[in-house]
Structure formats: C-alpha cells, structure tokens
T-cell receptor, first 111, second 112 residues
C-alpha cells in the first residue's frame, strides 16, 4: 500500500467552528508532514512529525494544532480560523532522506 | 521559506514537443526532487537525484543536477496532453529529519 489518505476532501467551516483534518498511511513511514498550499503557490511546510514526536513547527499560529496518535495517523485540529486560512492542506509521509508521498489534500474554506 | 526558483513560470507546447523546466536553489542539499501536481490536488513524486549524481532518467523524464551552479533541469520528451500539470522542484536536506523546500513551480500546458 503506497497511498496516503486524507479526510475530508472538502471542508467548509465558520470562524467559530472546531474541526479536524485526518491523514493515514500504512507504508511504515516514521516521518509525517502537514503542508498548506494557496492557489498557484508551492506547498509551505507547517509541521513535521518524526517517530510520533513534533520535530518542526514552522511558526504556525496556535489555531492549528497537530497531533500524531500513532505511527500511521496524523491529525490537524482547527479552531477559530480566519478566512485567509482557506487553502489546500496536504499531508505527506516518508522514510528519512527519501521522496515524500502526498495525500490528495483537504480543500478548506473558512467563511 | 522558499529556496527554489523555477523558470519558466508557465510553458505552453504542442503534443510531441519536448518541455524543459529549470530550477535554481541557494543552499547545500542532500538531494533534489521533482513533483507533479494536477489541478490543485496531491503532489506526485517524479524523480529524485542525489547531490553526487549529475543525470538521471525515468521513462520520458531526464533530470540533470549541477551542484556547482546550484541548478537542476527537468526534460519531458515527446510530451502528451496528460502531462499538463504544475511541476515543482524541491530540495531536501537531512539533519535527523528531512524537509522539502519547494520552488515556485512551472505550469505546463500541452495542447493536442
């Protein structure tokens, strides 16, 4: 299985809502990543988990809260988001120093 | 922060023609990777070239890497309409965990 799955595919939320994005992989990768991508821009790294521990937080606002419950799952909890947070959120996983496998993304719209 | 610069930003060609995209970067790397993205969905890994390699082939893809000039190129030969997508280069540096830094990307349109 070389697939990274993400749910939901689309999410519309208000600025007072709490929601979560989910990501799963069964390739045995011990590194998992969250990226944010705005239209016509490259992906921007948000968080890196290595062996279920948060290794990198690229100065992401606290309204984004990552969680890695186990080696296969990665969540991104969302609370009190702003309209400018609307974007495609991509999850990826990898072995060390190797290519990353990306999920299809969650298209998030904040009203 | 973005490290790579890609050139051109957009490229429009006819089916059967070759497409060449270039990428420049600024700091030391372990490897450089190319990814394709269709219509704002997930990225698909195309090819990885390590810092001690100069050229690599995969099917219709040819990648070169010049570490002295900090640049790479991706050549797609005999392009097809299905190659229409955005192409990103990404540099990787490993220091206990690996991160990718993406270039701005090239939008390729292949017309039938």
């Amino acid at each position: 299985d070389t697939e990274v799955t993400q749910t939901p595919k689309h999410l519309v939320m208000g600025m007072t809502n709490k929601k979560s994005l989910k990501c799963e992989q069964h390739m045995g990768h011990r590194a998992m990543y969250w990226y944010k991508q705005k239209a016509k821009k490259p992906p921007e790294l948000m968080f890196v988990y290595s062996y279920e521990k948060l290794s990198i937080n690229e100065s992401v606002p606290s309204r984004f809260s990552p969680e890695c419950p186990n080696s296969s799952l990665l969540n991104l909890h969302l609370h009190a988001l702003q309209p400018e947070d609307s974007a495609l959120y991509l999850c990826a996983s990898s072995r060390p120093s190797s290519e990353q496998f990306f999920g299809p993304g969650t298209r998030l719209t904040v009203l | 922060s973005q490290q790579g610069e890609e050139d051109p930003q957009a490229l429009s060609i006819q089916e059967g023609e070759n497409a060449t995209m270039n990428c420049s970067y600024k700091t030391s790397i372990n490897n450089l990777q190319w990814y394709r993205q269709n219509s704002g969905r997930g990225l698909v890994h195309l090819i990885l070239i390590r810092s001690n390699e100069r050229e690599k082939h995969s099917g219709r893809l040819r990648v070169t890497l010049d570490t002295s000039k900090k640049s790479s190129s991706l050549l797609i030969t005999a392009s097809r309409a299905a190659d229409t997508a955005s192409y990103f280069c990404a540099t990787q540096f490993y220091s206990g965990y690996s991160t990718l830094t993406f270039g701005k990307g090239t939008m390729l349109l292949v017309s039938p």
